[in-house]
T-cell receptor
Framework: EAGVAQSPRYKIIEKRQSVAFWCNPI?????LYWYQQILGQGPKLLIQ????????DSQLPKDRFSAERLKGVDSTLKIQPAKLEDSAVYLC?????????????FGPGTRLTVL | GQNIDQPTEMTATEGAIVQINCTYQ??????LFWYQQHAGEAPTFLSY????GLEEKGRFSSFLSRSKGYSYLLLKELQMKDSASYLC???????????FGTGTRLLVSP
């Protein structure tokens, strides 16, 4: 079974530039998550999709971050404009459904450096 | 809101046993996960507890006490490859989302 795919793996940009990340979840997984993991911290949920609908985006900085899940499969996360404090690893995860004992499977992440 | 506390760092010797503690406060609880994360890699699932008690899986065991808001991960017969960060995460009953602690970095030495 193929895992969660993410691209690019690494990205370096200057502040005020824009950047986009892509995620392809495990086939058949209805729930998709984007996390931000700052060095030395645990992952922080940015947004959760159930199929192509947003379930929770309470911690997404909506003035600069946006995300969509086209046709309930692939997803993109965009930052525009980027700030220095956005430097982090952006992890995508998916699960069959949300909650309970439904294990989340994580992708390898995109390491973003904002200069 | 939620609050999750884990020790920042622990050290242990190859072949030994180590216990990583996690305490939490939350208004809604629907289970607790432990994930392992090697440096530069994605978190991988270790265990899930929703009822009080001990869950054993090979060299790894996880314990939960809901009344005390407490869990631990027990690693036996430590190997060098166990050097990693161990993340405690609770499932929030609201949107069924995971809330992660900051993680415990475990260093296993020869």
């Amino acid at each position: 079974e193929a895992g969660v795919a993410q691209s690019p793996r690494y990205k370096i940009i200057e502040k005020r530039q824009s950047v986009a990340f892509w995620c392809n979840p495990i086939s058949g997984h209805a729930t998709l998550y984007w996390y931000q993991q700052i060095l030395g911290q645990g992952p922080k949920l940015l947004i959760q999709f159930q199929n192509n609908g947003v379930v929770d985006d309470s911690q997404l900085p909506k003035d600069r971050f946006s995300a969509e899940r086209l046709k309930g499969v692939d997803s993109t996360l965009k930052i525009q404009p980027a700030k220095l404090e956005d430097s982090a690893v952006y992890l995508c995860a998916s699960s069959l459904v949300a909650g309970g004992n439904n294990e989340q499977f994580f992708g390898p992440g995109t390491r973003l450096t904002v200069l | 809101g939620q609050n999750i506390d884990q020790p920042t760092e622990m050290t242990a010797t190859e072949g030994a046993i180590v216990q990583i503690n996690c305490t939490y406060q939350t208004s809604g609880f629907n289970g607790l996960f432990w994930y392992q994360q090697h440096a530069g890699e994605a978190p991988t699932f270790l265990s899930y507890n929703v009822l009080d008690g001990l869950e054993e899986k090979g060299r790894f065991s996880s314990f939960l006490s809901r009344s005390k808001g407490y869990s631990y991960l027990l690693l036996k017969e430590l190997q060098m490859k166990d050097s990693a960060s161990y993340l405690c995460a609770i499932v929030n009953t609201g949107f069924q989302k995971l809330v992660f602690g900051t993680g415990t970095r475990l260093l296993v030495s020869p």
